[in-house]
């Protein structure tokens, strides 16, 4: 037996080669303490081998030592072994070497599904997977021409409509599939999907605004504080609404009362903003229906778009206008 003698080992991870008399090696590990290599930071001051066996190379190898270690003793931990692949029937959750015990049974089937979101004539679907025993998951849907090996997908699908889906598990001890009916319902509200396309100044921070309806109320807003400051390109972000058929007003804030005027506004550190903020909106095939017309500066608080005095809508978002 050889005593290590030469100063301690480092809590972050290092090599250890063990030789021969003949200079070859004979054991090697590179250990580390993160991912899934033991703690032994705290309350333990070593590591021990689960299992002279095993590569002991890796994490799994090793486990946190009772008390304070054994040297010249044997390990005060040892190895569980049991199965250790989660599709097997008789998993053991406690195993830390697989004894190659696992046994498989033919797996069965089963799942639910929940209508998240149906607005709009556009239906939204979770599906809950809640088959045993499965390696492989192949969804299909039925009409819709779909498919997935997702082991729980989502779909978006046409409100009013009814589909079978069906899913087929299996693995390595045969295959089991069910199928549903789905029926999503009409939408509970009518109108049309608008993306607000939001792209603040460099000092976003500053900037809110309040999407309302004709009848002031509040269909959407974004507080002061919720994009950032940044030196480069400032970030765009969609929202997308169902709005029925109305008229709707943005209002637009600024806390340091510039409005969206961005481009060529110093920062402290000596850059300059390049960009000024605006907004669009878009109906669903993307194109633009209305989008901010008015003067970046608009101070501390603009109603930056009125509806006209005729307010005709079909199916879109109503004309606006800068006031």
Sequence with gaps: MFEWSNGGLSNNGEDIRLRNDNNNTIDYVDYDDGGLWPDADGDCPSMELIDASSNNDTSGAWAESDGYGSPGEVNSVSAVQGCTDLTASN??????????????????ADFAYTIVSNQCGRATINFTNNSSGAANNNWSFTLLGETSNEFEPSLEVPSDISFDV???????????????????????????????????????????WTLSNSANEVIASVGAGTYPITTGTPATVNYEFC???????????DTYGDGFAGNGIGFTSGETCGFDGTYSFLDENNNVISEYLGAADFGLSSRALKQRNDCVLRKMLPELITT
């Design 91 to 108: 998993y053991d959750s406690t195993a830390l070497l697989d004894d190659g015990s696992c046994t498989y049974s033919a797996p069965s």
């Design 243 to 253: 709005l029925p058929d109305d008229c709707y007003t943005v209002d637009l804030a």
């Design 166 to 208: 069906n899913l087929e598990v299996s693995n390595g001890m045969g295959a089991a599939d069910t199928s549903i009916t789905v029926t999503v319902p009409p939408s509970t509200n009518t109108g049309t999907f608008v993306t607000f396309r939001f792209t603040p100044d460099c000092f976003g921070d500053e900037l809110s």
